[in-house]
């Protein structure tokens, strides 16, 4: 995950080609995206600047604080298998621990990466109006792990300015879930999510820009019979090098419910919901007896949300080099 490649001379580019390549963490905790209980696997921007950069053979450890804060509005109805939640307001903060391997071998000409992320987190939610029997203004909370979200990347960079990467990652439903619960932290029913990326960095302006784009397939949750629809999103980011160790830019993020669900109420039609979001990031590469480890810093604000909550996220992202820090001491 942790990025080193010698062609690149400019200085600006020292701390591009060492920031962290998250592996796709997709999950269910926050309540913020689409889907049965206003919620998806995927969790939009995820992805910024830099996704296409190959990483460096060896163990890294990302870790990735996450928090989000939003509200569907007193008119906004949710489903939850056979029932309906209105006017939910949920908070989310987890630590997503993502230990990962980049192999010194090539597939397909590429370098490959594997990730494994796990979840400890807290999410709490409050709703206007839960029908089911379960009554008014009901609220919970609840402390637990999330599901288990492999990821496998393959990099390319043909020369030049230009790079790739696609990615299969999925949802291992074996976190915290009840579906009598208001507040979840795993999702419920497992998921398959495919896509790639592409980077653009020019090491003598200091320019970059990336977008990474895919779609999940989502299988049925047995718990309440419901099969969310089928989701396409795009994470973005742009980034400009202001010293050797410091950059500042823009990121956000589209997401969008191509299919409608199953199982949900007949008075929902075809239920489907999208998000738009943009924001400020800012990044700095610390060096550690010679070894850099990347920080990141991601705020978005949502717009233009439909069937979903509105709100606003925050990433903080510190990427630790294991096996450079292992040689370095």
Request: hydrophobic content about 40%; charged content about 15%.
């Amino acid at each position: 995950m942790l990025s080193l490649v010698p062609r690149y001379k400019h200085s600006a580019a020292r701390l591009a080609v060492n920031v962290v390549l998250l592996g796709t963490i997709g999950f269910a905790a926050s309540p913020a995206c689409a889907d049965e209980s206003g919620v998806s696997f995927w969790l939009p921007g995820q992805y910024g600047s830099f996704a296409a950069i190959a990483p460096t053979p060896g163990f890294s450890l990302p870790m990735v604080t996450y928090a989000y804060s939003g509200k569907s509005g007193a008119g906004t109805v949710l489903p939850r298998g056979d029932d309906l939640t209105l006017g939910l307001d949920g908070q989310f903060v987890g630590q997503f621990i993502v230990p990962s391997y980049a192999p010194d071998v090539k597939i397909l000409g590429a370098q490959s990466n594997f990730s494994l992320a796990f979840l400890p987190a807290y999410s709490e939610g409050s709703a206007d109006a839960q029908l089911g029997g379960l009554g008014f203004e009901r609220s919970d909370s609840i402390t637990g792990f999330g599901d288990l979200y492999p990821t496998a990347q393959l990099f390319w960079n043909p020369g030049g300015v230009h790079n790739w990467m696609a990615y299969v990652t999925g949802d291992i439903p074996v976190g915290s879930y009840n579906s009598d619960r208001l507040a979840n932290i795993g999702l419920g029913h497992a998921a398959i999510d495919v896509g790639g990326a592409y980077t653009y960095l020019d090491t003598n302006t200091g320019w970059e820009f990336s977008g990474t784009l895919g779609v999940t397939y989502n299988f049925e949750n047995t718990s309440t019979d419901y099969t969310s629809g089928i989701d396409a999103h795009l994470d973005w980011g742009v980034a400009k090098f202001l010293s050797e160790k410091f950059f500042v830019g823009l990121a956000g993020y589209a997401y969008q419910q191509l299919t409608p669900d199953r199982g949900q109420p007949a008075i929902l039609g075809d239920f489907k919901s999208r998000t738009l979001a943009v924001g400020p990031q800012l990044g700095y590469n610390f060096t550690t007896n010679g070894v850099s480890i990347y920080t990141n810093l991601r705020v978005y604000f949502e717009f233009d949300t439909e069937n979903r909550m509105k709100g606003q996220a925050v990433f903080l992202t510190v990427n630790l080099p294991l096996s450079a820090l292992a040689k370095a001491e």
